[in-house]
């Protein structure tokens, strides 16, 4: 019998946090939905930039920038190589269920499949990227965030910081990314796992993201702190501060 009240305490456990994950789900909504559609690739009348609209009805190419097929790589110069077997992301700060992901937990995670931009501060964007991974509102959800919890501290494996604002993390096609062109995203995209945010520039998707820091205030990144935007919107051409 003590098997059967075990099972059947496991079984409300796993029952109780999917209740507190979706809660936790729905009070970013309420909290964060309204700033979401306030945000530049959302509510810009007149976004600058040229061509047909994009998927957000955005001109399709941002100000200033150049279409490239290539896809140049850019970063620190150091490639953290971790083994799968010893990969994790945490995701802390400011909530009450942290986590800590192995590669499997992630791949257990449901996957999304999303076509998005990439635009690189540096004047280059590249068109139509497949991406496969995990949402980074999934993860974000899971942690069940404090209700003052409203920035986030993406740390990565080489050393680079960047930060983001709750209403540009929770955006649909903001991945943790592990796939790109259909195979294993390579070391010098930012593999085995990296963050994309396809409506803001480039810099703003940790490489090789190991740790998602949410937080309170806002704290600056890496290039933040060496004068990039703090914004970084490429349809107001927001590239430097
Ligand atoms: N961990 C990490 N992530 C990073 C960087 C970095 O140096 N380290 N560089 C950023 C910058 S400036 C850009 S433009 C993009 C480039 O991604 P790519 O090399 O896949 O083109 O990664 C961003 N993410
Ligand atoms: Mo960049």
Known sequence: MADKDDSERGERGERGKEARIVEARMKLRGRFLARMQETPSMADARPMGEGP???????????????????????????????????RLVVDGACAAPLCLGWDD?????????????????????????????????????????????????HAYDGYTVNLPMEEALKPDV??????????????????????????YAWKGAKWVARIELMNHDVLGYWERRGYSNTGHPWREDRYS
Request: hydrophobic fraction near 40%.
């Open 106 to 154: 992630l791949m257990a995670l449901p996957q999304v499949d999303d076509v998005s931009d990439f635009h690189c501060v540096t004047t280059w964007s590249k068109f139509d990227v497949p991406w496969r991974g995990v949402r980074l509102a999934e993860v974000i959800e899971a942690a069940q965030p404090h209700d003052d919890a409203s920035f986030l501290l993406c």
């Open 53 to 87: 609209p994009n998927r957000h009805g955005m001109p399709r190419l941002p100000p200033g920038q150049t279409e490239t097929t290539a896809w140049p790589v850019l970063d620190l110069g150091i490639k953290p190589e971790v083994a799968l077997g010893k990969w």
């Open 175 to 200: 991945l943790l990314a592990h796939t790109a062109y259909g195979k294993p995203l390579e070391l010098d995209h930012g593999g085995p796992l990296r963050v994309i945010t396809p409506q803001l």
